[in-house]
């Protein structure tokens, strides 16, 4: 039997399929998703809040707000979910579309570059309708103005004609729901902020809770997952599902072409010394950047640009993909004077950390 809203979320996915992904190369272990991986996680996504496998807090607090709206036969407000990628806002915003029994329509903040495109946009919703905006920080300040009294009266101005020939028209909208996704909440500025009815915070999972997503998962996708393995893949995964659910399908390919077809603690194992993600999760760069710290510059203090190069990356790449993993694992700190390894990164290493009384290193490059 389908799912009510599952229309919704069928036509949700093939509008995030079509969504331009980044020419960035993306790591096993990387926290962004292309379109053509989007696709392949939606046999994964949960359609509905009962199936969704974390955020107790948020998705109680999301229940009682869609419960409250349907109850009283109206819209729900408007809703924006933050947080690191790969947590499920995408997945929370098809959700609430599905929840609701409502259409679902995908867009993007960097794909709104002028007002006439939210224009369009907001002038075909039907009533009840769910508007998902990714990235919603990203979006350019003439749409970003238009969206304050699209959200807060259900009205826009579209303005024909120019110069003092110009004439605002006003357009009414129905009523529908802005679901707005950010991983910098910080960007939004405030008057967009105070439009949102309910805003979600979403954190990082609990090794316990990834268990329970690499479990799952592999049901959806027809494979044996023994308790064991799972607890491996999830221990490995960062604390993100998305990352999850990539280490399993790579597994489940590891043990379909050289193992049995059955995913065990063995095969697990074996997957992921090949595709080199460590115990702690971490791959080829993350041990690249901290064996250059450690080796070729005596645990640091050393700067982000030097670093990059010794590892023949990109400073941004350094930046935005390998060090806030690194750092919230406590492998490397950032100080005033540079990156310093911890005691924690010499163990990780097997190497043993240097005497203190010896003196760090001077700063090398810029920070």
Partial sequence: MTDPGSGAFESGLDATARSAASPADRSLTSAESSAIERAAEAALRPRRLEEFVGQGVVREQLSLVLDAASARGRAP?????????????????????????????ITSGPAVQHAGDLAAILSSLEEGEVLFIDEIHRLARPAEEMLYMAMEDFRVDVVVGKGVGATSIPLELPPFTAVGATTRAGLLPSPLRDR???????????????LTVVLRSGQRLGVEVDHEAAAE???RSRGTPRIANRLLRRVRD????RGSGRIDLEAARAA??????????LDRLDRAVLRALCERFAGGPVGLSTLAVAVGEETETVETMVEPFLVREGLISRTPRGRVATPATWAHLGEESPDPSAGASPTLGRF
Avoid: Q
């Fill in 77 to 105: 407000e408007h809703v924006l979910l933050s947080g690191p990628p790969g947590l499920g806002k995408t997945t929370l915003a098809m959700i609430i579309a599905a929840e609701l029994n409502a259409p679902l329509r």
């Fill in 196 to 210: 949102f009815g309910f805003t979600g915070h979403l954190d990082y999972y609990r090794p316990d809770e990834l």
């Fill in 233 to 235: 893949i999830a221990s």
């Fill in 254 to 257: 590891w043990s379909e072409v």
């Fill in 272 to 281: 992921l010394v090949v595709y080199e993600v460590d115990e702690r999760g």
